[in-house]
């Protein structure tokens, strides 16, 4: 029991050590640089630099802090009308482009990328017009998330694919 105890007394401080790493790792975004409590975007942009893009919201603005196009991570910092954090999310995770997927038919443009950000990847549409625009994020099968916009701006709808950066070669000798 003593040496349970004992163990128990050194683990502690290290046990602290990493469960405040975690917490401030939850609240870092770009470079891993945490934002104080109650940051105005002045501070935000001391820490995380100027965005990739900025949109209105009802009641304040977002901020897009996108790493693409070959990046995995995009950043949404939400402000209140007096320019304060109310938000910050990190957009480009699986559980978010599936709930993305979902509303996806007649989103417009607009609300796309006020939702995930500008893709890492715009391309013509093929036959069918329109953009395929493309975002990376991390996973274990090397996907990617894909949407199709019609000339009109109106999202047709949207998919998982395999990232072409991943693709392996069919003439390999194994």
């Not at 625009?133 to 109106?154: E, K, L, M, P, T």
């Amino acid at each position: 029991m003593r040496a349970l105890a004992t163990l128990t007394t050194r683990l502690a401080p290290r046990l602290a050590a990493l469960a405040l790493a975690v917490t401030l790792a939850a609240c870092a975004g770009p470079g891993i640089t945490p934002l104080p409590p109650a940051a105005d975007e002045a501070a935000v942009r001391q820490a995380w630099g100027a965005p990739t893009g900025r949109y209105a919201l009802p009641a304040g603005s977002r901020l897009e802090y996108a790493s693409g196009p070959y990046g995995l991570t995009t950043w949404m910092v939400d402000l209140d009308a007096a320019g304060r954090v109310v938000a910050l999310k990190q957009v480009l995770d699986e559980a978010n482009l599936y709930a993305v997927q979902g509303r996806l038919p007649g989103m417009t443009r607009a609300e796309l990328l006020l939702t995930l950000g500008r893709p890492g990847e715009r391309r013509h549409g093929g036959w069918q017009g329109g953009e395929v625009w493309s975002w990376r994020f991390y996973n274990a099968f090397c996907r990617w998330f894909q949407v199709s916009i019609g000339d009109d701006g109106i999202v047709r709808d949207g998919a998982f694919g395999p990232d072409p950066l991943c693709e392996v070669e069919d003439d390999w000798p194994f």
